[in-house]
């Protein structure tokens, strides 16, 4: 024999199925609240990133991106269930609250874009600091080894002119000794010019003395000779 569900029943039946709905959405309601929650502060963490880069940010905007996908289901799960013929009926004040968490989270969305942006070209700044310091200090160094080698190059330049500037000098003070020795001899030779010329017949003495001279040199020659011969016969005599 077939049940016939008592009148009496249906009433409770009903409000145990209006409960349920209600915890329901009340349920994505909290969660929703939560992670909003959530996501405010980790997009006040990826502000401080975007400020300072030297944080470490290191998975940081795939956790803000996930919680963001997280609330996106939840509001969709808040749309569906009023959207079901069998929930309750829906109120203005749901509807409100819906339309509110969705402008959340749109918010929350443009934030994370506009803040993910910052970091990146935070990042994209601070990379090309270093890069540009990197070169610097490459262009530095390179023009050190340059002005050492020029440094190098004009230490030997001084050395050579200095080397230069003492052979001159030398130079400049044999050309002055010659020039002086020069200057006594003439002075001498005038001197004995002088001598000569004031007195009479000096230059008669010194011819003769230089005739005399010769005349002595040709007579040991003839002597040296003609022992030299006498010598030579007697070894060939004997």
């Known amino acids: 024999m077939q049940r016939i569900p008592s009148p009496s029943l249906e009433p409770l039946i009903d ?3 209006n409960t349920t709905s209600v915890q329901s959405w009340d349920q994505l309601r909290k969660e929703a609240r939560t992670l909003e929650g959530e996501i405010e502060n980790k997009l006040a963490v990826l502000t401080k ?6 944080l470490d940010n290191t998975g ?21 269930f009023l959207d079901r013929p069998s929930a309750t009926p829906t109120n203005p004040s749901m509807i409100h609250l819906l339309s509110r968490h969705k402008d959340i989270l749109y918010d929350y969305t443009k934030e994370f874009r506009r803040v993910k942006s910052n970091i990146k070209q935070a990042r994209d700044k601070a990379n090309l600091m270093n890069q540009v310091q990197d070169e610097i200090r490459t262009f530095n160094s390179g023009n050190r080894d340059n002005a050492d080698y020029y440094l190098t190059e004009r230490n030997r330049i001084e050395s050579s002119h200095r080397m230069t500037d003492m052979v001159l000098e030398q ?7 010659v020039s002086r020795q020069g200057r006594i001899m003439h002075g001498v030779n005038q001197r004995v010019g002088g001598i000569v010329n004031r007195i009479p017949g000096i230059n008669n003495i ?10 002595d040199t040709l ?10 011969i006498l010598i030579i016969l007697y070894w060939l005599r004997t």
Not at 49 to 54: A, D, K, N, P
Not at 66 to 78: F, P, S
Not at 171 to 177: L, M, P, S
Request: glycine share 8%.
């Open 206 to 215: 010194i011819s003769r003395i230089n005739t005399r001279r010769k005349r």
């Open 15 to 17: 409000s145990s199925q």
């Open 49 to 54: 990133i975007g400020q300072s880069t030297g």
């Open 219 to 228: 007579i040991m020659a003839g002597v040296v000779s003609t022992c030299s």
């Open 171 to 177: 130079a400049y003070a044999t050309r002055q000794d």
């Open 60 to 80: 940081q905007e795939a956790e803000a991106e996930d919680l963001l996908k997280k609330l996106q289901a939840v509001i969709t799960g808040m749309g569906d």
